[in-house]
């Protein structure tokens, strides 16, 4: 028996696919405004999710969609720093936002995001937004070279299929996003191929006082990958390895994710002792972390938001940040365009430079690691510029502010090249 949908209307301001962080920051605001917002997510929440741990600059647009108090009263552990160990497992000094900017704004939280996401969406719903679950986008229609609205799977329309017009389609589908790859937009990083396994912990050992929330990322001994080490509510550990995909699953006897997994703990001296004593309470779950970016951001009627304008290697969990930030940048230029009656590419992708300018500075950073950056002995080199580190490790990355840290990376990694082996 086919059964219906909800009723929609034909016709809506904004059409939003996809209800992950991305989509409803961007639908709630352009709901506040005045404007109708149709939004479509193909699975029904709460959902699971990983990319679990928040960064500080989150807490702007995540006060101004006013959900601050929801996440307090979630009790999430609360999150005050990052630290880095090395392959030899010797920790760096811990990064204290809090020291570095001494606000409301430096206290962040590790997110469940199965929780986390619901609330953000019923938030969406709360400002309007016309919210369906379980609904497929299955394309995205276009009149030449203009988005007019989206197709939706339902069963019981003739053909299996319905149509909602609008002024606006913001892809929100994160890496399975519809318009990319239909125009042929995404990029692939030639440098951060990489891929990801992990599950959860509980009992591991964590640290006390404001340390105990802290983000730790953990280099493997030989410097091809690292774990990361998130503490979460009731006890438990989210741990995972990431590292580059032909070294994670080609080249090696087993193909098992179990046994992939234990063989890189076994190479993680800063990892071992944290989880000798604790028992593992989720499955092993893996994913390509391949890094891409759309050469738009925007084009006639539609825009791109999350991950479906780019995704970028999860070494210092900006993900959600990126997300945030480019769902409330994009809502902006769609109320001002849908004012001026203009949803031009133009008036729409009217943030972009900026957005991947920010990108490229996380970029930079994350690549410094891979290629053998040591946090602690550039900040003994330069204590000087130990806060504009730290301004990026908190996401402050919307300015040029932290360029100054460029040409004393550039020469800190020149000495570390030259330098004669030991022996």
């Not at 609330?119 to 609904?135: F, K, P, Q, Y």
């Not at 030989?222 to 699953?249: C, E, H, M, Q």
């Not at 993900?319 to 902006?332: E, P, V």
Request: hydrophobic content about 40%; aromatic content about 10%; proline content about 4%.
């Amino acid at each position: 028996m086919m059964v219906a949908l909800p009723e929609t209307p034909s016709r809506t301001d904004v059409v939003v696919i996809g209800g992950g962080p991305a989509g409803s920051t961007a639908a709630t605001l352009v709901a506040r405004a005045g404007h109708r917002v149709t939004l479509f997510e193909r699975e029904r929440f709460p959902r699971y999710h990983i990319g679990e741990s928040l960064i500080p600059e989150t807490f702007w647009v995540l006060e101004r969609l006013g959900v601050l108090d929801g996440l307090r009263d979630a009790a999430y552990v609360q999150k005050r720093s990052v630290q880095f160990v090395t392959g030899t497992g010797k920790l760096s000094a811990p990064f204290y936002f809090q020291e570095h900017k001494p606000e409301a704004s430096s206290q962040t939280w590790q997110v469940e995001r199965a929780d986390f996401d619901l609330m953000m969406l019923d938030n969406a719903r709360a400002a309007g937004v016309d919210v369906h679950e379980g609904v497929r986008v299955l394309e995205v229609l276009f009149d030449g070279e203009r988005a007019r609205g989206v197709a939706i799977a339902d069963p019981a329309a003739p053909g299996g299929r319905r149509e909602i017009h609008a002024d606006v389609v913001v892809d929100a589908a994160g890496q399975s996003g519809l318009i990319l790859d239909r125009l042929g937009l995404r990029e692939w990083d030639p440098v951060l191929k990489k891929a990801a396994i992990w599950t959860y912990w509980k009992g591991a050992t964590r640290d006390t006082g404001r340390d105990s929330g802290a983000t730790l990322v953990m280099q493997l001994d030989n410097k091809l990958g690292w774990f990361w080490y998130i503490p979460l509510r009731d006890d438990v550990t989210s741990v995972g390895v990431v590292a580059p995909f032909d070294y994670l699953f080609k080249e090696r006897s087993t193909k098992d994710h179990e046994g992939i997994y234990l063989e890189e703990i076994a190479r993680c001296p800063g990892v071992q002792p944290r989880i000798a004593a604790a028992t593992r309470v989720g499955p092993y779950r893996a994913a390509k972390e391949y890094s891409y970016r759309s050469r738009k951001v925007a084009g006639d009627g539609w825009v791109l938001v999350g991950d479906a304008f780019g995704f970028l290697d999860p070494l210092y969990s900006s993900g959600i940040l990126l997300a945030l930030h480019s769902g409330a940048k994009a809502a902006d230029a769609i109320v001002a365009g849908l004012a001026a009656g203009d949803t031009s590419a133009e008036r729409l992708g009217s943030w972009g430079a900026e957005y991947v300018a920010g990108m490229e500075r996380m970029r930079r950073l994350v690549c410094e690691f891979y290629d053998g950056f040591n946090f602690g002995g550039f900040v003994k080199k330069h204590p000087d510029l130990k806060g504009h580190i730290t301004d990026l490790l908190i996401g402050d990355l919307f300015t040029s502010r932290t360029d100054v840290l460029v040409e004393p990376m550039d020469t800190f990694r020149s000495e570390r090249q030259v330098m004669p082996a030991a022996g």
